[in-house]
């Protein structure tokens, strides 16, 4: 198996296990969500702020590695068309269950975000993109896909990982890696995450997260941090996820 292979079956394994981000919302939820009362995250415990989405209804979003139940259908709720791309079949199978038992529509697709995206040039409105490319090796291919498939005006909405997780034990009091963590190149990296059933995880500079995102053509507007929300590095209050809005400019300058 290659590595995404291996995380898909991983994160299959974790819903299983009960995982935090593979619980489809209620019923109850979406309904609320129907009448305007929603929260939607990117990073563990800070919603995103509604305004960094304007009107939503009749818009079309897409779900990127944003698949299990839980953003695509409050998106639905209010109005938008909406994709859902995930390479974990238990988070695909969520995402067609709650829309079944909703009664709205939704185009799920099960794919790898490390290939060209299954849409065509200027696609989406928005696309939502929560914590997730920590599991891929490299992510600047990833945001200039984003580009191709946003409209002029689209909007970019990342959850990402600032790398200090990577760096400490797994009681977060003792840095015990440097970095880059890249387990296909180091393999105590790799024993480190196949001991603890984690997958295959990368970390990534912020030049490769924000800087990709800026080399791609589009405009950072807001950003904000966020902790683990557990845990020692959460009880020091040290970030270790920051959330991203960028938009593809309606204009292309030459660069």
Known sequence: MNYQEINAKTIDQWIEEGWEWGKPITHETFEQARKGIWDVYLTPTKAVPHEWFGGLAGKKLLGLASGGGQQIPIFSALGAACTVLDYSEKQVESERMVAEREGYPVRVIRGDMTKRLPFQDGEFDVIFHPVSNCYVEEVKPIFQECYRVLKP??????????????????????????????????????????????????????????GGQLEAGFVLTHLYEDTNGEGYLHECGIPSFLATRAVKPETTFVK
Do not use: A, W, Y
């Open 153 to 210: 005006g689209g909007i970019l909405l990342c959850g990402l990982d600032n790398g200090i997780n990577f760096l400490v034990s797994d009681d977060e009091r003792q840095i015990v890696n440097t970095l880059p963590f890249n387990p296909l190149k180091n393999p105590e990296q790799m024993k480190q995450l196949t001991d603890t059933d984690s997958g295959v995880q990368f970390s990534h500079t912020m030049e490769e997260q924000i």
